[in-house]
């Protein structure tokens, strides 16, 4: 299994936008230093939930900030900027990094962003399959039109070209980082370097560009996916049973599309959760539970519709509870077994973790070393 932080840089009562910042970045270096597989970066606009807005912008700032562990966006909203703005710069990260950037991309929701930015609703409610396609033939082809519903243009080349990743670091640029392989499907990653790890069944493709996946929350956003080739990343508020049927529906409409048994079998899904590591569960749990309420109300109370939509917030303690009990959250053995339990009953082996459910840092460094030298050694 393959275990990282997923970072929201979330602003918790009585926190300025800065601290949240700064807490993201060291979760960063801790989680490599900690031999943590990844660090995945959510975005949002407007709200302090997460007071980054700027997926991309961050990866680039941890990327340069270590050497090996992979930064991946979860997600960037593509209803917000233009599919192909979007694949320069994951083109830039992915040849810039060596091969340690992932781009997952999502639809967002009917927020103000979308009247900020200008797109509209018809961007996130219509438009999005166009964007994605146009996303992922700018990571995949060397020259690109368009002549689509929403985006037309002429012929233009793909500049810089993300297959060119091995004449990069070929070129008297250095060596080229090791990177953990993150899995089959078609625009995964690169193979790995010297000395990385490299997943079962996994082939190498250093030249396809970076790894893409989406965020998915509903069956036509799975059959998206899955038409596409492209892994999914499922929520936190997701449990085992709900994840494991987005993954038998994505493997229908896998093979329906004609994708092969290796892909499918080998498709490098994200399971999103909570991570929070104590002596005894209780202390786990009551950690959260005095943080995680506040900064829920505050920052999920926050989100304004585009349209005047009615919307409906979680109770926040309720939610709370919920990601506790779902997640590993507790010991080391109980986060152990809880992350195995979750990899056998949905098949996903990858996980993106918060770790900054307390909202201190000290609190979220110690969580994540405890991850690291406590739960990582028990998963085999």
Known sequence: MRVG???????????????ALHRAVRTTEVAEASGLDSVWLAEHHFVPYGVCPSAVTLAGVLLGRT???????????????????????????????????TLGVGRGGPWVDLEVFGTGLRAYEHDFPESLDLLIRWLREPRVSASGERFSFREVPVVPRPDELDALWADGTGARPAVARAGGAPGSGPGPGPGARSDAGARSDAGSGPETLIACTSPRTVKLAAERGLPMLLGMHCGDEEKADMV???????????RSPGEIADAPHVSAGVAQIADCRGAAVEALAKSMPGWLRQGLGAHVTVDGRARTMRDPMAYTELLCGLHPVGTPRLAADRLTTTAERTGIRRFALLVEGSGDLAATEENVRRLGAEVLPLLG
């Open 248 to 258: 038998a529906l994505w493997r229908r409409h896998a093979r329906a599309a004609g």
């Open 67 to 101: 050497r090996r562990i992979r930064v991946g966006t979860a997600v960037s909203v593509l209803p917000n900027v233009h599919p192909v703005a979007l694949g320069e710069q994951a083109a830039l990260l992915h040849l810039l990094s060596g091969g340690r950037f």
């Open 5 to 19: 932080a997923f970072v929201l840089a979330a602003q918790f009562p009585g926190q300025g936008q800065g601290e």
